[in-house]
T-cell receptor, first 117, second 114 residues
């Protein structure tokens, strides 16, 4: 079974600075997807960024980018120019691409990001 | 766009009562999921469905039942609620990965069992 580990339960960053959130995963599959979801106090799950395992290029979405290291099974999220609205819980998640399975999302336990003004 | 809609948003139950959470999606997704979220545990999969008329157990299925009679709806039932089922419940849906890999979430349903 696949597992996702977020080893840092909490982090803080100063507004306008850069922060990196770490995530590692364990799988024997070669084809899969990785995601970062943001959960603000409203509890809504918001997709931040996604990465297809077959793509070598790291995904970017405006101020958000990832460092995907497939061999190391590492998937970190970098937030540049941090804003107060970035404060939230962040979840790393894995989804299998194999047909016939549940292709469900497997989540890490989350990390609370605080942004200090 | 409505996306994924969950009802009710909040509910307080007494131990032993039953209830049903309804999830509706308007994106014609094949796959639907029910997760629960507890402090320090992330989201854990309760049950899921890969198509109309199909259901399967996830990581924490005990005490819950589900049904998917229509493609757009996925119901989560608690037959005899217990305090351990106090949680935030999230419904989610997606296409099959070959057609799109993003899973979309509802806004959550807060359930308290006293």
């Amino acid at each position: 079974a696949q597992t996702v580990t977020q080893s840092q339960p909490e982090m803080s960053v100063q507004e306008a600075e850069t922060v990196t959130l770490s995530c590692t995963y364990d799988t024997s599959e070669s084809d899969y997807y990785l995601f970062w979801y943001k959960q603000p106090p409203s509890r809504q799950m918001i997709l931040v960024i996604r990465q297809e395992a077959y793509k070598q290029q790291n995904a970017t979405e405006n101020r958000f980018s990832v460092n995907f290291q497939k061999a190391a099974k590492s998937f970190s999220l970098k937030i540049s120019d941090s804003q107060l609205g970035d404060a939230a819980m962040y979840f790393c998640a894995y989804r299998s691409a194999n047909r016939g399975g549940s292709e469900k999302l497997v989540f890490g336990k989350g990390m609370k990001l605080t942004v200090n003004p | 766009n409505a996306g994924v809609t969950q009802t009710p948003k909040f509910r307080v139950l007494k131990t032993g009562q039953s209830m049903t959470l309804l999830c509706a999606q308007d994106m014609n997704h094949e796959y639907m999921y029910w997760y629960r979220q507890d402090p320090g545990m992330g989201l854990r999969l309760i049950h899921y469905s890969v198509g109309e008329g199909t259901t399967a157990k996830g990581e924490v299925p005990d005490g819950y039942n589900v049904s998917r009679l229509k493609k757009q709806n996925f119901l989560l039932g608690l037959e005899s609620a217990a305090p351990s089922q106090t949680s935030v419940y999230f419904c989610a849906s997606s296409y099959r990965p070959v057609a799109g890999n993003t899973i979309y979430f509802g806004e959550g349903s807060w359930l308290t069992v006293v």
